[in-house]
């Protein structure tokens, strides 16, 4: 598994789950602009949030240089931050699903479905953080990042017209169940448990 695919296969998850709540919010909510600025501007809130987690390397919530060519990681990636959060991040997508089919159209709740989208983008953030080290510059991780939620944004959009509801409930958990065997490996390779194909121990070098 190489860092591209990682990066691409999580950036692929994080486009379908936004896409996936700016469609509940629509379909159950409100069809107005409302929807759409909630999962947008929730969203951002969280991944920069998540931007200022631990990362669990006990580095008192500092970012390593994000332009040297070769990482600087002082102590070895644990997977159970990226775990966590993940798995957080996918509760509370659904708990905002619970919500909006037991409550259609409440406003009400507009202040709960904010919070849950910004727990689920702060694992964006939170997934940038930690990796950030584990790649040669921040700008690649961003890259390969951003090119998956590109195509999670189209794939989420088409898996709606070609399911309807069902993708809403069928896709994110299929994606996010599939990922944690991947956080686990990388962490592995990360620490050097594991010699990662095509890449030489600078990759990851402490």
């Known amino acids: 598994m190489t860092r591209t695919i990682y990066a691409l296969a999580f950036g692929l998850y994080f486009?379908?789950?936004?896409?996936?709540?700016?469609?509940?919010l629509e379909i159950l909510l409100t069809a107005a602009y409302t929807s759409f600025i909630t999962a947008t501007l929730a969203w951002i809130s969280g991944v920069i949030a998540g931007l200022f987690l631990p990362d669990g390397r006990g580095d008192g919530g500092r970012m390593t240089n994000l332009t040297v060519a070769k990482p600087l990681i002082a102590r070895p990636l644990m997977a159970w931050p990226l775990v966590a959060w993940h798995i957080a991040g996918l509760l509370?997508?659904?708990?905002?699903?619970?919500?909006?089919?037991?409550?259609?159209?409440?406003?009400?709740?507009?202040?709960a479905y904010w919070i849950l989208i910004m727990i689920s983008g702060a694992q964006a953030g939170h997934f940038f953080r930690i990796n950030q080290p584990y790649f040669p510059t921040a700008a690649q991780l961003f890259l390969m990042e951003n090119n998956g939620?590109?195509?999670?944004?189209?794939?989420g959009f088409g898996g709606f017209v070609a399911l309807g509801v069902k993708s809403l409930l069928i896709t994110p958990a299929a994606l996010g169940l599939t990922l944690i065997p991947m956080i686990l490996l990388?962490?592995?390779?990360?620490?050097?448990?594991?010699?990662?194909?095509?890449?030489?121990?600078?990759?990851?070098?402490?």
């Open 92 to 111: 509370a997508y659904y708990g905002a699903m619970v919500l909006l089919s037991s409550f259609p159209y409440d406003f009400s709740l507009l202040p």
């Open 15 to 24: 486009g379908v789950i936004q896409t996936a709540y700016f469609f509940g």
């Open 149 to 155: 939620f590109i195509i999670g944004w189209i794939s």
């Open 186 to 206: 990388h962490a592995r390779y990360a620490t050097g448990q594991v010699a990662e194909p095509e890449e030489t121990d600078s990759t990851y070098a402490s």
